[in-house]
């Protein structure tokens, strides 16, 4: 392609015990690529510098150990492409070292937890934060699809946990109340004292955030919600 300049890079992705290389193929605009040249020069005039026996010969001089070093690559239509297609590539790390190292950091806190991605880890349970919002008996679907339950509270330490990491949003959990039994029971069927600090009637769903304590809500207004399972 006329005018522009292709470079080629390799990014090595690690997920579990496993990694892949993954090639990326990036499209320089034309001042990027008299950066490039200008680059190319400037290292020419060091390498001579600190190497003055290094003469330039017409096809297999400085010219193209200069490009080598660099992983520069011309795909433009001038050039042969069985000289390309020979012609050993060092690829540039244009991507800093940093992203590996996150990936791979990334993929490693995935595989320890037991949660799946996007899950937070506490004391061998997962729980899953949505950004989404739905009323309760959805919310309960979503859960159910992840094979998973709306959050069930078993004590003040969870219960902390839950407020901190929902803050200033409000999420559905897994109590409602039964009006046959006249009592709040959580979706497992265990039953639990609860004091709340809004009394308002009709509203049958509990939610956390927002506040201190758990709080009373419609049913039918949308919420975001907590999914919680066993870590495996």
Known sequence: ?????????????????????????LLLPEEEEAQEAEDVGKMKRRSQRQHPNLVEDQGSGISQRHDHLLGRRDFSENSPPQAASQREVLLPQIFPPVLEESLNSTSTERSTTGCPIRWDL????????????????????????????????NNTEEQKFL????????????????????????????????????????????????????DKSSCEISHRWICEKKAS
């Not at 522009?4 to 992705?13: E, H, I, P, Q, S």
């Not at 934060?129 to 159910?144: A, I, P």
Request: aromatic fraction near 16%.
């Open 1 to 25: 392609m006329p005018g522009f300049l292709f470079k080629a890079v390799m990014v090595r992705l690690q997920q579990h015990d496993s990694s892949t290389w993954a090639p990326f193929l």
């Open 122 to 153: 506490y004391k061998g349970r997962c729980y899953f934060f949505s950004t989404n919002e739905e009323n309760w008996n959805n919310s309960h679907v979503r859960c159910s699809n992840e094979g998973a339950t709306l959050a069930i509270i």
């Open 163 to 214: 407020q901190e990491r929902a803050g200033l949003e409000v999420y559905f959990i897994g109590l409602r109340y039964q009006h046959s039994q006249k009592r709040w029971k959580w979706i497992d069927g265990s039953g639990f004292q609860v004091n709340f600090t809004n009394y308002v009637p009709h509203f049958d769903c509990a939610t956390v955030g927002l506040s201190p304590t758990m």
